[in-house]
């Protein structure tokens, strides 16, 4: 069974912290990784897909992959409060691209 | 440009009846896929579709269905409904090509089976 793992949080920053957001992946042999963020009430909408080992930035996102620890994290720098919301890690173990693992997400808050 | 829509966005089915959920890509977009979310399980990945052929399926039961048609529009199925069939469905679209590909989710449509 491939499986995706967050912690489930909720995991609380104050305004302009930086939020720290991880998630394993069991699947050795997983292709790419996508964070997704959902507000309360809507649908998932793509932050940030990484392939390679290392770290990729998008303005005050980060993602950081290690495929030997199959592990992969979201940075959020000068957290926000608009950043309120649950994180959902996504992972394509090779099966058809539109197929995703999701693990449950990790609630984020921020304080102002 | 025009998101995913699905329709309808809200319904209330009773037990044992049967309900279809459509999803309209983003233009251009040739695979469509479908997920289930629920508070318990999350996000579980329900079947895909890219030129009217189904080309994965989860681990769901065969109650659950879908079609894709040749303008890449999409329609599930869930048959004899189940009180555990509430959920939001969530449908997204990705061109499919080579290299990245980025789903992107419609508003999905919530089922409440009474």
């Known amino acids: 069974q491939k499986e995706v793992e967050q912690n489930s949080g909720p995991l609380s920053v104050p305004e302009g912290a930086i939020a720290s957001l991880n998630c394993t992946y069991s699947d050795r042999g997983s292709q790419s990784f996508f964070w997704y963020r959902q507000y309360s009430g809507k649908s998932p909408e793509l932050i940030m897909f990484?392939?390679?080992?290392g770290d990729k930035e998008d303005g005050r996102f980060t993602a950081q992959l290690n495929k030997a620890s199959q592990y992969v994290s979201l940075l959020i720098r000068d957290s926000q409060p608009s950043d309120s919301a649950t994180y959902l890690c996504?992972?394509?173990?090779?099966?058809?691209?539109?197929?995703?693992?999701f693990g449950k997400g990790t609630k984020l808050s921020v304080k102002p | 440009k025009a998101g995913v829509t699905q329709t309808p966005r809200y319904l209330i089915k009773t037990r044992g009846q049967q309900v279809t959920l459509s999803c309209s890509p983003i233009s251009g977009h040739r695979s469509v896929s479908w997920y289930q979310q629920t508070p318990g399980q999350g996000l579980q990945f329900l079947f895909e579709?890219?030129?009217?052929?189904?080309?994965n399926k989860g681990n769901f039961p065969g109650r659950f269905s879908g079609r894709q048609f040749s303008n890449s529009r999409s329609e599930m199925n869930v048959s004899t409904l189940e009180l555990g069939d509430s959920a939001l469905y969530l449908c997204a679209s990705s061109l499919a090509n080579s290299g990245a590909n980025v789903l992107t989710f419609g508003a999905g449509s919530r089922l409440t089976v009474l």
């Open positions: 996504a992972v394509n173990s090779g099966g058809s691209q539109g197929n995703l693992i």
């Open positions: 990484i392939y390679s080992n």
């Open positions: 579709y890219f030129s009217e052929t189904q080309r």
